[in-house]
T-cell receptor
């Protein structure tokens, strides 16, 4: 059974640039959630995709967008990067929605915005 | 809105000590409650969960009981090991048209041999 994998693991961008983060979900999982974790804080829900449709969004501006592909892998795109976007971005896959609690996380992509 | 509050860390204990990490929550409905753990250099893993009042979740010697009257879900372990050193997150499920997890800030646990 393949776990959740994310890429890249680390990246550095400058303010105003755009970034794409990628996630391969665990085999058999049809739901992907993205979270932002700032240093020393708990994760914050960005959005969730279920069968290629966004079906939930947290308190993040529209410059945070995503996609889910037919194989249930996913992308997180962030446009017009700001310094406060520096964080660990976590992808989690699950079956049927993140509220079941059975989330399987990748190790994250650490984004630094200079 | 719904929220989760955890005791601040780091918590430093000696091996074989008793552990309690406090977690309290605010919720309007009947959430499920979770503890996740993040070992150094690894992703988040579900440690245990409880889906209704008075349920006790347990795993790897850790336990937590869903206390609706005190809105708490404290994590306990009778005898900690160095390998338990990690960051522990308390979370609740929140249905707002979809399910999402609301997280505490995390508590870093350091176990000294």
């Amino acid at each position: 059974e393949t776990g959740v994998t994310q890429s890249p693991t680390h990246l550095i961008k400058t303010r105003g640039q755009q970034v794409t983060l990628r996630c391969s979900s665990q085999s058999g999982h049809n739901t992907v959630s993205w979270y932002q974790q700032a240093l020393g804080q708990g994760p914050q829900f960005i959005f969730q995709y279920y069968r290629e449709e966004e079906n939930g969004r947290g308190n993040f501006p529209p410059r945070f967008s995503g996609l889910q592909f037919p194989n249930y892998s996913s992308e997180l795109n962030v446009n017009a990067l700001e310094l406060d976007d520096s964080a660990l971005y976590l992808c989690a896959s699950s079956l049927g929605g993140s509220g079941t609690g059975e989330l399987f996380f990748g190790e994250g992509s650490r984004l630094t915005v200079l | 809105g719904n929220s989760v509050t955890q005791m601040e860390g780091p918590v430093t204990l000696s091996e074989e000590a008793f552990l309690t990490i406090n977690c309290t929550y605010t919720a309007t409905g009947y959430p499920s409650l979770f503890w996740y753990v993040q070992y150094p250099g690894e992703g988040l893993q579900l440690l245990l969960k409880a889906t209704k009042a008075d349920d006790k979740g347990s795993n790897k010697g850790f336990e937590a009981t869903y206390r609706k009257e005190t809105t708490s879900f404290h994590l306990e372990k009778g005898s900690v090991q160095v390998s338990d050193s990690a960051v522990y997150f308390c979370a609740l499920s929140d249905y707002v048209g979809n399910y999402q997890l609301i997280w505490g800030a995390g508590t870093k646990l350091i176990i000294k041999p």
